[in-house]
């Protein structure tokens, strides 16, 4: 299986990796099938709606680590609005591509991503400005 020096790098290098003390979301997925587990942590600016801190922790392959650190690179400053707009065509791309049978990686960690901004905006007892587009 051959991967881009892109995902390698991701892989032997991990940008974001960790957990956030006190994150405002925190989300986790799996896949039974391969078995990854992706954990994404969030730190949210009330005042714009940004995410301001980014981190996750994955239990997987390297495609796992390296989609889950070019997420978090993806998503880092970003409106939440504008974080929702993430694919896993984004992530690829980014990446230089994945084999055939690694892309569910990058479609876990958009749902890892997606899945704690959703959270984050179903939180009932927050000051924050809910008025979000979450369509597109």
Do not use: W
Not at 48 to 66: H, M, S, W, Y
Not at 67 to 87: F, I
Not at 97 to 115: D, F, R, T, W
């Amino acid at each position: 299986m051959l991967y881009s020096k892109i995902v390698l790098d991701h892989f032997q290098n991990p940008r974001n990796q960790g957990k956030i003390a006190n994150p405002d979301a925190i989300s986790q997925v799996g896949n039974p099938v391969c078995g990854d587990i992706m954990k994404i942590y969030l730190k949210i600016n009330k005042k714009n709606n940004k995410i301001e801190d980014i981190k996750f922790e994955t239990l997987g392959c390297g495609a796992a680590i390296a989609c889950s650190s070019v997420v978090t690179q993806a998503a880092k400053g970003k409106t939440l609005t504008n974080a929702l707009k993430l694919d896993k065509n984004i992530i690829l791309k980014k990446l230089g591509g994945l084999p055939a049978q690694k892309v569910h990686c990058s479609m876990l960690s958009i749902e890892a991503l997606h899945k704690a901004i959703n959270d984050y905006l179903k939180k009932p007892n927050e000051k924050k400005n809910r008025k979000i587009n979450t369509k597109n």
